[in-house]
């Protein structure tokens, strides 16, 4: 059980500082980082809190603490994958928008240029 | 091009790749209705299709970059409508769909006032020019439809398609993005518009080969029932029914 917790904390230390870096390069937006920074930090406090962990998966019904840790892991991710499709869709949505509205300003732009041109 | 003048009419074809037929699509439509404006919407081809459309006396309105069927086709649409035009009837620049059908396309939206026309490959004899995956496909989706539009379609994935401008307003606004032909008629039908269909020739593609493939197939059955799905579930937007006179 202690190896995973260790393998847990590894993990979570490696996701904060490979998105901190992604932030400080500017790879990723600052406002997209928090849920990846605050799902890392939930998993890095239960993998080094027995006590909290053990409390959490006697509440969830589960014998063995580090499934509770792993379910809980799983959870934190699916709801960051989910808000990011959010975020994905819309960014598509307007991103055609935008496209279309530079599409139809250029094919009045050529049309004036002719109708100017005679 | 405008479409100031009363039952105004545009021909939009949209276009990826189709420099080989994409010329002989549009002398055929200038045939067919002299006097209508065709305008070419381009996805962003890498061949020669814009020029052969110019060459073939079409209007291009080229896309900044490729945004998928319903995205170029939705562009054609908002570009007629903000031009004025009052029919805008689509077909594709492969050269599959003949454009002597077209007067009867127009004729029938003028005629009828409905607010679509479908040009069916299978509202007459001649229907069976389609691959017998696609006639699966499509025999399925009428089963699909009937519930959901209230009426049966015989056609429901023809991209052979006329609208009048209360349609054109609303796909100006809300056109499903990718394989757009069944979910449009859903969301027209939550509107309570109506739809006809007409018989229309169809023809095997001039150039080039069709991109769907056994599993793009399943793809597009999954894509286009959830399609169909989400708008029928859309119940906020659909309007109301008309009262009877009493």
Request: hydrophobic residues 45%.
């Amino acid at each position: 059980m202690d190896r995973l917790m260790d393998i847990m904390t590894g993990l979570s230390v490696l996701l904060i500082v490979l998105v901190l870096a992604s932030v400080r390069r500017a790879h990723i937006r600052v406002e997209y980082s928090v849920s990846w920074l605050l799902g890392a930090a939930a998993l890095l406090v239960l993998s080094r809190a027995p006590v909290l962990l053990n409390y959490v998966a006697g509440r969830m019904g589960i014998t063995y603490p580090p499934v509770a840790l792993l379910l809980i892991a799983g959870f934190v991710f699916v709801i960051i994958f989910y808000r990011f499709s959010v975020i994905i869709s819309k960014l598509k949505d307007d991103n055609i928008a935008l496209a279309q509205r530079v599409a139809i300003l250029e094919y009045h732009l050529r049309s004036r240029k002719g109708s100017i041109a005679g | 091009m405008t479409g100031k003048r009363r039952d105004s009419l545009l021909i939009l074809v949209p276009a990826l790749n189709e420099e080989g037929a994409v010329g002989g699509v549009v002398r055929a439509i200038r045939e067919s209705v002299p006097g209508a404006p065709v305008l070419v919407v381009d996805d962003c081809s890498t061949d020669g299709t814009i020029a052969a459309a110019r060459a073939a006396g079409a209007e291009v309105l080229p896309m900044p970059h490729h945004l998928g069927l319903g995205g170029c086709v939705q562009a054609g649409y908002k570009l007629a409508f903000e031009l004025g035009f009052e029919y805008v009837i689509r077909l594709d620049g492969d050269g599959q769909h003949d454009a002597q059908d077209i007067p009867r396309i127009y004729e029938t939206l003028r005629r009828t006032g409905c607010h679509m026309v479908i040009g069916s490959r299978f509202a007459e004899a001649n229907g069976s020019n389609t691959s017998w995956l696609r006639a699966v496909g499509i025999h399925f989706f009428r089963l699909v439809l009937r519930p959901v539009l209230g009426k049966p379609v015989r056609d429901p994935t023809s991209g052979y398609v006329g609208v009048n401008r209360k349609a054109l307003q609303v796909f100006s606004q809300s056109f499903p993005l990718e394989y757009p032909e069944i979910e449009a008629l859903v969301v027209l039908q939550r509107k309570r518009f109506v739809f006809e269909e007409v018989p229309c020739r169809m023809h095997p593609r001039r150039t080039g080969r069709s991109s769907i493939t056994p599993l793009k197939s399943i793809y597009y059955i999954v894509h286009v029932l959830l399609g169909v799905f989400v708008n029928v579930l859309k119940y906020e937007r659909r309007a109301p029914k008309p009262k009877r006179r009493s």
